[in-house]
DNA sequence: GACAACATACCAACTGGTTGGTATGCTATT
DNA sequence: AATAGCATACCAACCAGTTGGTATGTTGTC
C-alpha cells in the first residue's frame, strides 16, 4: 500500500478519540472503536501509539492544539477594550453549544473526570489543556481588572478558572438534559457575573441576544 | 451464614458504588471491586441487582436519598432570611469540601458524564437527582427574589441550576488539579454572584471567612 | 542511476487475561 | 418446608495487546 502517505493517519485516529471518547468517556472507548471510525485494524492503531492510556494522552494533547488554535481565531479578539474581549469570548462559548451533545461538549473535562486517580498522564493531559486555556482568558481579564477594577478583591486567574468551571459544570448539565439550552442559560449567568464585577451595565431585555432565562 | 441480617447488605453494597463510581466513574467499576469493597462474592451481588446497569440505576437514587436528607439538616436552614438560607447553602457546600478528591465529588455527577449516550436509565437517574436538588435550592431562591429582586430578568429555576453547574464543574477543576482549592475559590465566585444579583453587600476583605483570591 | 539496506505503514490472525453474568448448592430463619 | 441470603464454580464474550508478515517508501553508496 502507501508508505508515509503523510502521517495524517494519526490525525485522523486523534479525531476518532474525540468523537469516540465525547460520546462514552475513556473507560468505554475500545481501540476497536477508533479502528471502525478509521478503517485501521489493530495492528495499524498501534502502530501509532503504545497503548490505550498513550493515545488518550495523545488526544489530550491535540485537543489543546486544536482547540487553543480555534479559539486564537475567534472574531471576539478584534475588541481594543479588554472587557469587550472577556465578554466576547464568554458569548462565543455560548454561541458555539451547537448540535448534538458530542459536538459541542470538552474532550479533555470528560476524560479527567474518569482518569484523574486511575491514570495520572491523561489527568495531568486534561490539566494542561484546561489551565492551559485558562491562562490565555486570564490576559484578558487582567487586563479588563487593572481598567475597571483595580481594587477588587478577586484575582483574574481564579475568574479564568471560575468561567472555565461554569462551562464545564454546564456540559455536564447539558448532558443530563440532553441538549445545549441549559448549558447557554449557565453561560448567561456567567456572562451577567462579569458584568456585575465590571459594574458594567447588562443590555437588558430589550436587547436582541439576551433573553430572560 | 446469616439469612436476612437486615438486607442492610443492599446498603452496603450501594455504599460501595458511592466510593469506586466516585473514583474511577462507572465504565471503570468492575462488580468485583464492588463484591472486594463489601466482602460478597458475584452471587451476592447479582442476588440484590439485575446487573451492573441496574446497579447504577439504584446507587443514583440511593445518592439522591442520602443526599436530600444530608442537605435536609444542614444548619443554614436555621435563617429566616431566604437570601440568608441561599448563600448558607452556597457557604454549606464550600465547607464540605474535605478530605480526598472522591470524599466530596458528586456521585451523579461523575455517572452521567460516561453515561448519557450510553444509559438512558442511568442518565435520566442522574439527571433526576440533580434536578430534584436543584428544585430544593429553587424555593428558597424563589422567595428571596420576591424580596429583593422581584424585577430582576432571571428564573429562580435558571439560577438554582447554575449552581449546580458552578459545583459541577468545580469538581471538575478539583479532579484536574487534585485538591478542594480551587473548587472552593469557584463556590466563592457563586456566592459573590448572588451577593451581587441580590445587591446585598459582601464580607469584604476583612471578614473571617473570606479571603482574596 | 541502480541497488542494497533499512525504515515506515499497515494488515490479518491470534492470545490470554478480564468481566458480566449464570447455574446450582448450602444455611439459617420463619 | 419454603424462602431469603448468600457462596462456589463456571462460562462465553470481550478486549488490550502481540506476532509475523507484506508493501511501499527513503537513504546512502558506488
Known amino acids: 500500500m502507501n508508505a508515509t502517505p503523510r502521517a495524517d493517519t494519526r490525525q485522523k485516529l486523534l479525531g476518532a478519540a474525540f468523537k469516540v471518547i465525547r460520546e462514552k468517556g475513556y473507560a468505554a472507548m475500545r481501540v476497536d472503536d477508533i479502528c471502525a471510525e478509521t478503517g485501521l485494524t489493530k495492528g495499524g492503531f498501534f502502530h501509532h501509539f503504545k497503548g490505550k492510556e498513550d493515545f488518550a494522552v495523545a488526544a489530550a494533547h491535540h485537543w489543546s ?56 498522564a491523561i489527568r495531568a493531559a486534561c490539566d494542561a489543556s484546561i489551565s492551559g486555556h485558562a491562562a490565555v482568558i486570564e490576559k484578558d481579564i487582567s487586563e ?35 441538549g445545549p439550552e441549559i448549558a447557554a442559560q449557565s453561560i448567561d449567568h456567567l456572562r451577567r457575573y462579569v458584568e456585575l464585577l465590571f459594574n458594567r451595565d447588562s443590555p437588558g431585555r430589550n436587547s436582541d441576544d439576551h433573553r430572560d432565562i
Not at 458569548?91 to 459536538?103: A, N, S
Not at 473535562?109 to 474518569?114: L, N
Not at 483595580?150 to 481564579?158: I, N, V
Open 65 to 120: 492544539d486544536v482547540t487553543s488554535g480555534f479559539f486564537a481565531t475567534a472574531p471576539y479578539h478584534r475588541h481594543a477594550d479588554p472587557l469587550d474581549r472577556v465578554l466576547g469570548y464568554i458569548d462565543f462559548r455560548k454561541e458555539i453549544l451547537q448540535g448534538e451533545v458530542p459536538e459541542f461538549t470538552c474532550l479533555v473535562g470528560t476524560m479527567v473526570q474518569e482518569a484523574y486517580g486511575t491514570n495520572p
Open 144 to 178: 479588563a481588572k487593572k481598567l475597571y477594577a483595580a481594587d477588587a478583591h478577586w484575582s483574574p486567574a481564579s475568574l479564568a478558572l471560575h468561567t472555565q468551571a461554569v462551562i464545564q459544570g454546564a456540559f455536564i448539565l447539558a448532558k443530563a438534559k440532553q
